[in-house]
């Protein structure tokens, strides 16, 4: 056990600000999506009344499909895409070009969004794609691949790679190797590239919004432009519901790994 | 491999391409005339004002979040067990929350009938409610609120790391606090400052949704700069070049905080992952 610092009353204190800060809106929001308030009285009371409306709302249902199906796609395409690439770059000694790809796999992480999503924009144009599902899966793999790559290939390198060796030893042949041995020691990075992946894709507006044309609407395009048309209480609902999943997600994690970073 | 060949590497190659052309009569690139004059039309003072106030925004979003977010994860980082969970889980919770829906939230603290509004009509404090629900104090908020997570979640795996007895040590050397924290702790949480900060000045500095949702009419930045010049104004050329104005300040600002710390910040969105 490390000898920790005591948590005195002024490291809470100061810390304080920053949680306020980080969890009013979103506790704000989840207590509007239960409330009516009626124009007349100015009362308010408890309800279920925008789920329902959200239930009706078929364009932001339609939006969310669509969504789920985007991120389903680009994560899918995206891990297989990542794990390629971690391996050649994890396993293949020094290639001509080793570097400069491992600067290229950083540049969508520090690149702003706008500029990858304008770049895609003339691009899809100059080739004369149809903007629509096909160019915004496209973009997300694009932006979602670095992140897979990073996170199988610091798994690559993390275990012993004797094994490997040893199976080869025993007469596995390479393909067994990589079935039998690699694969499932590398299946957890991948499951959790592929869910960083699909968030990546269900979160994404400024891309999604460059690259989409009309033909799809994104549940974050429809969330768009309906808070530019005003404040919208369906929107409370949904938030609330989303936010229930993110909450459930986070915590079934901690319960897996326990709450430790790296 | 080749796919960010075509779809990054040759994408970015054309906004610099796009950058020296004009712009046709309907909308479209011309090439008849190759040379820098968008970049000259750059330096217009209305331009440069907007370059300066997304520079500003973007630095005091940095700072604020600094402020903020340092004794968060110091508080992660010394807190035990049951605690630590909880507060992990309520800077992971808005970090994996839907960009848009914490924007949306922000709006509607802010808003009219919101409880902010409410409060200081009580108070009877003299903020004007315009400048409260739309304009440079809304843009911040939502920008600091926003990437706050950014900063905490690098910061506090560095800090994680760190040896606590090495203070005790320090101390004992006749080293004061702040000596102690100025020599022993922060250069060895430095990567993870220095990738929080970029992870939050970077996108800071091309943000397009908060000014819009939050900024009003006024608050016009290098994000909706470019955006209003591709899908409003249809002048191509123009936006590339502001584009490419944005990412030669975005590669000042790593070769300033020094190299790949991409990849420690990388980690730790993993380590984030629920």
Redesign the interface.
């Known amino acids: 056990m ?6 005195s009353a002024s ?2 204190a ?2 304080l ?3 306020v ?6 506790v ?2 989840v207590i ?1 999506s239960f409330v009516v308030r009626s124009p007349l009285t100015g009362e308010s009371e408890w309800t279920l009344h925008w789920y329902f409306k959200l239930w009706e709302n078929g364009a932001l249902t339609a939006a969310l499909l669509s969504s789920l199906w985007i991120g389903l796609w680009s994560s899918l395409i995206s891990t297989v ?1 990542g794990t390629l ?1 971690a391996l ?1 770059l994890a396993r293949s000694g020094g290639f001509p070009g080793k570097k400069l ?1 491992d ?14 999503g ?6 899809f144009v ?1 080739l004369s794609v149809t903007l629509g599902s096909l160019s915004v899966v ?2 997300h ?2 932006f979602s ?3 897979v790559v ?2 199988v290939r ?1 798994r690559l390198e993390g275990f012993d790679t004797s094994l490997e060796d040893a199976a080869r030893d025993l007469g596995a042949s390479s393909w067994q190797v990589f079935r039998r041995v690699t694969f499932p020691l590398i299946l957890p990075a991948m499951i ?1 590239g592929a ?2 992946a699909f ?1 990546l894709s ?2 994404d ?2 891309i999604t919004f ?1 690259v989409s044309g009309v033909g799809v609407d994104t ?2 395009l429809r ?2 432009s309906m ?2 048309f005003g ?1 919208s209480p369906e ?2 609902a949904l ?1 609330t519901l ?2 229930g999943v ?2 459930l ?6 319960k897996k790994s ?5 | ?1 080749s ?2 060949a075509v ?6 190659g ?2 610099l391409v ?1 950058s020296l052309g004009r712009r046709g009569t309907y909308g479209g690139v011309l090439f008849d005339q190759v040379d820098i004059r968008n970049y000259i039309r750059a330096l217009d003072p209305i331009y440069i004002g907007i370059l300066w106030q997304s520079l500003k925004l973007a630095t005091l979003t940095t700072v604020s979040c600094l402020i ?2 340092f ?2 994860a ?2 992660l ?4 067990k049951p605690w ?2 909880w ?8 970090f ?14 802010l ?1 009219e009938q ?2 902010l509004q409410a409060l200081i009509s009580v108070l009877g404090l003299p903020l004007l409610p315009e400048t409260l629900g739309s304009g440079f104090f809304a843009v911040m ?1 939502g920008m ?2 926003n990437y ?2 950014f900063l ?2 690098p910061l ?2 560095s800090i ?2 760190f ?3 090495q ?1 005790e040590a320090a101390k004992d050397l006749g080293a004061t606090r702040v000596q102690s924290f100025f020599r022993v702790l922060l250069p060895q949480i430095r990567g993870g400052l220095v990738s929080g900060m ?1 992870f939050v000045f ?2 800071a ?2 943000e ?2 908060i000014p819009d ?1 939050l900024g009003g009419a006024r608050t016009m930045l290098l ?1 909706n700069l ?2 209003e010049q ?1 899908l409003k104004a249809r002048d ?1 050329p123009f ?2 070049a502001i ?1 490419i104005l ?2 030669a300040l ?1 590669a000042v600002a ?1 070769a300033l905080g020094g190299r ?1 710390p ?2 420690a ?10």
Do not use: C
């Open positions: 490390k000898t920790l610092p005591r948590v490291s809470v100061a810390a600000p920053g949680f800060l980080l969890l009013v809106p979103l704000l929001l509007r895409l690439a050649s790809l600067s290229i796999l950083q540049i969508p992480l520090v690149l702003p969004e706008i500029v990858m304008i770049a895609l924009l003339i691009w100059f496209l973009a793999v694009t691949v670095s992140y990073l996170t610091a959790s869910l960083m968030t269900f979160d507006f400024l460059f549940l974050p969330v768009y808070i530019r404040v929107l409370n938030s989303l936010l993110t909450v997600l986070a915590g079934l994690g901690f326990g709450a430790t970073p790296g | 491999m796919w960010f779809f990054l590497l040759i994408p970015l054309f906004i796009y903020l977010g004794p968060i110091w508080l980082a010394i807190s035990k630590r969970n507060l992990v889980l309520a800077v992971v919770v808005p994996w929350t839907n960009f848009i829906v914490r924007v949306y939230a922000i709006k509607l603290l808003s919101g409880p908020l600091i609120t706050l997570p905490v979640l506090w795996v994680e790391k040896d606590f007895t203070l970029i970077t996108p500095l091309g397009f949704l949702l994000g470019i955006t591709f191509w936006g590339a584009s944005l990412i975005v790593l790949a991409a990849r910040a990388g980690q730790s969105k993993e380590g984030a992952l629920p």
